[in-house]
């Protein structure tokens, strides 16, 4: 089964908020988090559960190694729902 991945709207302009924002002080850096974001998604499309869960259920969390971002997803059917996306060291909101 071949997963495909589906942003909310929220976490999709999180997302680029912070490609923006990385953007603007070092380009390379910012394509280098979207490399580790792309590789990282890819990597969860072949093993879902790979994330730990979080205390919402059905929702687990993904560190992006290197990058000091992490995103929550909801796994549905054939889809990996990223729901929310944020900086490791701000603290989440339920």
Not at 32 to 53: A, I, Y
Not at 67 to 87: A, E, K, N, P
Request: charged letters at 20%; hydrophobic letters at 40%; glycine letters at 4%.
């Amino acid at each position: 089964m071949t997963l495909t991945v589906v942003w909310s709207v929220q976490a999709r302009n999180q997302f680029i908020a912070t490609l923006t924002y990385i953007a603007k002080e070092d380009p390379l850096s910012a394509e280098m988090v979207l490399q580790r974001v792309n590789k990282s998604l890819t990597l969860l499309c072949d093993s879902p559960e790979m994330g730990v869960s979080a205390p919402t259920a059905g929702v687990r969390t993904y560190a992006v190694p290197k990058t000091g971002h992490s995103f929550d997803y909801r796994l549905m059917r054939d889809q990996i729902r990223v729901q929310r996306w944020y900086r490791q060291r701000q603290k989440p909101v339920a």
